[in-house]
């Protein structure tokens, strides 16, 4: 028989017992569905983080002050970067495209009768929009001259024009922070909200050195953290190891001292997150699998009844000259076939399944926007694991069908 005459046998056979069949491949259809999901949900998580990595800005390093350690006693931080440390690492490092200071602030907004709560109130400098790679929605970002004069000016994100001016124009607008007016020049283009749910447009931006004096009271030229934005990402490790070098000798650090800064790559943060995620990604797999392993039992379990109930079929075939090698063919395909519908319609399911749930997670979690991830890799593997599955577990018992004694199948009641 040839392979065609023989897969025609096996789908009529299984036509024969739809329900039976249908119940064999449930098995199948939940393992590979539960697969194809986790797989493709575990892509979108991992796509997630890596996107919003990329919205820290283009290949950005951040340098942080670091604590000391004396005595074996590990000493309360000391902010030890300045401003002047982010102009050197922009001037002197040729792997750096641009740099900014980063100064923390605190403060409630009031514009009229109007307060509200900034998630992050920051002063920076001229280049931030550049380390960031973000875009201006209206107006202007403020100028160098603004960080030298020390301006009271700032940029909003729509979060805060949305609580404080609802449908006004809010350029040219002053607000109030600690008491202190800042005029409104700018409104940075909406972002969303990150990974853990923090809105990323409720933030307000005012020249570094305001919010030093201004706000902090201080005439110091410390800053909290240095923004940094590597030329290309082909160049971050370059850039780092410069910044790393500029700053040992900046701070005068002696040999086998340690360093008063750390030096952070966003990149390795992001390829720790897509380590995790895939980890956590491969062990739903696995505990998913499990039901393939079930489902590869079950169809075992109804083909070895199939060859029981069709003994004599097997031992007339046999009698008009069917071989043991068309009896084996015969019922590994039909195992083969029930495992491939299975694996279809688990695909199917899957793909289907992570579908809705992004988009139910999407629907629940406003504005994080998880990427939606059909994973074909996944689908096609799912596929060709099914296909083995109903090799493994139908070899046995095609095996047992075609050794059986033609004569005594014949005598089967």
Wanted: aromatic share 6%; hydrophobic share 45%; with cysteine.
């Amino acid at each position: 028989m040839t392979i065609w005459d023989t897969f025609r046998v096996a789908i009529r056979a299984l036509r024969k017992n739809k329900m039976r069949a249908g119940l064999t491949v449930l098995g199948v259809v939940i393992g590979i569905a539960a697969v194809t999901t986790m797989v493709s949900i575990g892509q979108s998580a991992s796509a997630l983080v890596q996107n919003q990595f990329m919205a820290l800005g283009t290949n950005v390093i951040v340098v942080f002050p670091e604590s000391q350690q004396r005595g074996g006693v590990r000493q309360s931080l000391t902010v030890t970067l300045t401003a002047a440390d982010s102009r050197e690492i922009a001037n002197q490092c040729d792997a750096v495209l641009a740099s900014t200071p980063l100064v923390g602030a605190q403060g409630q907004l009031i514009y009229g009768n109007t307060n509200w709560n900034a998630n992050e109130l920051s002063g920076v400098g001229a280049d931030y929009l550049l380390v960031r790679n973000w875009a201006m929605a209206a107006g202007d970002f403020f100028t160098e001259d603004d960080i030298k004069s020390g301006a009271k000016v700032c940029v909003i994100g729509h979060t805060v024009v949305t609580k404080l001016f609802q449908t006004a124009n809010p350029i040219d607008q002053v607000i109030r922070v600690k008491n202190v007016p800042f005029r409104v020049v700018g409104v940075l283009e909406k972002k969303g909200v990150d990974m853990v749910g923090n809105d990323r447009d409720n933030i307000v931006l005012m020249p570094y050195t305001t919010v030093r004096k201004r706000l902090q009271g201080s005439s110091f030229d410390n800053v909290n953290a240095i923004l940094v934005s590597a030329v290309s990402p082909t160049r971050m490790n370059e850039a780092t190891k410069q910044i790393d070098q500029l700053l040992f000798e900046r701070h005068r650090i002696e040999p086998g001292k340690s360093k008063d800064f750390r030096v952070q790559d966003t990149t390795e943060i992001a390829q720790t997150f897509g380590i995790v995620t895939g980890v956590l990604t491969l062990m739903l797999s696995a505990i998913a699998g499990i039901s393939l392993l079930v489902g590869g039992v079950g169809i075992m379990n109804i083909m070895l009844v199939s060859v029981t109930e069709r003994t004599k079929e097997i031992g007339i075939r046999m009698a008009i000259g069917a071989s043991g090698r068309d009896i084996l063919n015969q019922f590994l395909v039909e195992a083969i076939v029930l495992s491939l519908i299975g694996g279809a319609i688990g695909v199917t399911l899957g793909t289907t399944a992570s579908v809705g749930a992004t988009l139910l997670i999407n629907y629940f979690n406003p504005g994080q926007d998880w990427p939606i991830v059909i994973s074909v890799q996944a689908a096609v593997i799912a596929l060709l694991f099914a296909g083995g599955v109903g090799v493994f577990f139908g070899y046995y018992p095609a095996r047992r069908a075609s050794r059986m004694d033609p004569i005594e199948a014949l005598r089967y009641e």
